[in-house]
């Protein structure tokens, strides 16, 4: 007896039907890049103090170093082990990801305002607004960020109001040379020619016509930085220049546990799995939400 094995065939059986629908679904809408924020960074930072099984400050000397529960020695009180003075590596993480999401929305929103701006001004006005401005914009590029980001940590007390301020002043270049870019482009085009003969002034145009024309790609631009700013962050706390001990952050925790690498591996590992899961999801979401609201990428 024959079986059917061309591409319509498969199509009809129920089964198949369902995991091509499925699969068309997965590539299509970023539902698993989504899942993971929603588990590793969103919940957690909106619910911590609810979902946290212990203090995150608080140690129990008697607990210390326990492994993760599911390995020998571990303790499901401490499901994913303890540290070296205690603490519980678990609500470490559930209030590491509320510092990781203060600090990425923060630095993000200062920054991306003061970027935009400067772009809108740069593009429109055009003159030595521009050169003033993008001459800006290349001394911020071309210096080392974590070394300029240590330089201004050492001036000012290390702290998460530091490191949002650092953090966005490194940030606001990448806003103003794409917003600019965008500008040149939208200010010869006929709907700013119509609002300059119907008498609109100046800032007008700029924040009504120009600004919602270029707002799609300053969303893009903020989810595709996030990750940048988790890395950053993280990058800062681990060098002793971010988030301040004993306060919990993805970075911290991964400084201290690099003298424990190899016995106490949970340490270091588990909030660098954080770390990664968290930023390869927000670029994997930032990839998609640039073809989504891009009509000639969607038409592909």
Same mark, same amino acid.
């Given at each position: 007896?024959?079986?059917?094995?061309? @591409?319509?065939?498969?199509?009809?059986? @129920?089964?198949?039907?369902?995991?091509?629908?499925?699969?068309?679904?997965?590539?299509?809408?970023? &539902?698993?890049?989504?899942?993971?924020? !929603?588990?590793?960074? &969103?919940?957690?930072?909106?619910?911590?103090?609810?979902?946290? @099984?212990?203090?995150?400050?608080?140690? #129990?000397?008697?607990?210390?170093?326990?492994? $993760?529960?599911?390995?020998?020695?571990?303790?499901?009180?401490?499901?994913?082990?303890?540290?070296?003075?205690?603490?519980?590596?678990? +609500?470490?993480?559930?209030?590491?990801?509320?510092? /990781?999401?203060?600090?990425?929305?923060?630095?993000?929103?200062?920054?991306?305002?003061?970027?935009?701006?400067?772009?809108?001004?740069?593009?429109?006005?055009? =003159?030595?607004?521009?050169?003033?401005?993008?001459?800006?914009?290349?001394?911020?590029? +071309?210096? @080392?960020?974590?070394?300029?980001?240590?330089? !201004?940590?050492?001036?000012?007390?290390?702290?998460?109001?530091?490191?949002?301020?650092?953090? /966005?002043?490194l940030l606001w270049s990448r806003y103003a040379r794409q917003v600019r870019a965008e500008?040149?482009?939208?200010?010869?085009?006929?709907?700013?020619?119509?609002?300059? &003969?119907?008498?609109?002034? #100046?800032?007008?145009?700029?924040?009504?016509?120009?600004?919602?024309?270029?707002? #799609?790609?300053?969303?893009?631009?903020?989810?595709?930085?996030?990750? #940048? &700013?988790?890395?950053?962050?993280?990058?800062?706390?681990?060098?002793?220049?971010?988030?301040?001990?004993p306060d919990p952050a993805w970075g911290v925790m991964v400084a201290e546990g690099r003298?424990?690498?190899?016995?106490?591996?949970?340490? =270091?590992?588990?909030?660098?799995?954080?770390?990664?899961?968290?930023?390869?999801?927000?670029?994997? !979401?930032?990839?998609?939400?640039?073809?989504?609201?891009? $009509?000639?990428?969607?038409?592909?």
């Amino acid at each position: 007896m024959a079986v059917a094995t061309s @591409p319509a065939a498969i199509a009809r059986i @129920p089964g198949a039907r369902i995991v091509g629908w499925v699969w068309t679904f997965l590539r299509r809408y970023p &539902v698993i890049p989504v899942a993971v924020l !929603l588990i590793v960074l &969103v919940i957690p930072a909106l619910f911590a103090e609810l979902i946290a @099984p212990h203090d995150p400050i608080d140690g #129990n000397l008697r607990a210390r170093l326990l492994p $993760p529960a599911w390995t020998d020695g571990g303790d499901w009180s401490y499901p994913l082990g303890s540290d070296r003075q205690g603490r519980d590596i678990l +609500s470490r993480m559930i209030f590491g990801a509320r510092t /990781a999401a203060l600090v990425s929305l923060a630095a993000l929103a200062v920054g991306g305002i003061i970027g935009s701006v400067l772009g809108l001004v740069a593009g429109y006005f055009g =003159s030595w607004w521009d050169h003033i401005i993008m001459r800006l914009v290349d001394i911020n590029l +071309s210096l @080392p960020l974590i070394l300029l980001a240590l330089v !201004l940590v050492v001036l000012f007390e290390p702290g998460t109001a530091t490191t949002v301020a650092v953090v /966005a002043l490194l940030l606001w270049s990448r806003y103003a040379r794409q917003v600019r870019a965008e500008v040149l482009t939208l200010k010869e085009m006929d709907f700013v020619a119509r609002a300059r &003969v119907a008498g609109a002034s #100046n800032l007008r145009i700029v924040f009504r016509h120009i600004l919602p024309n270029v707002f #799609n790609t300053i969303i893009v631009l903020a989810t595709l930085q996030v990750g #940048n &700013v988790i890395l950053l962050e993280a990058s800062l706390s681990f060098l002793g220049a971010g988030i301040p001990p004993p306060d919990p952050a993805w970075g911290v925790m991964v400084a201290e546990g690099r003298d424990f690498i190899v016995t106490s591996w949970w340490l =270091s590992v588990i909030p660098g799995l954080a770390i990664m899961f968290t930023v390869l999801s927000m670029n994997l !979401l930032g990839d998609w939400l640039r073809d989504y609201l891009d $009509p000639r990428l969607r038409q592909l």
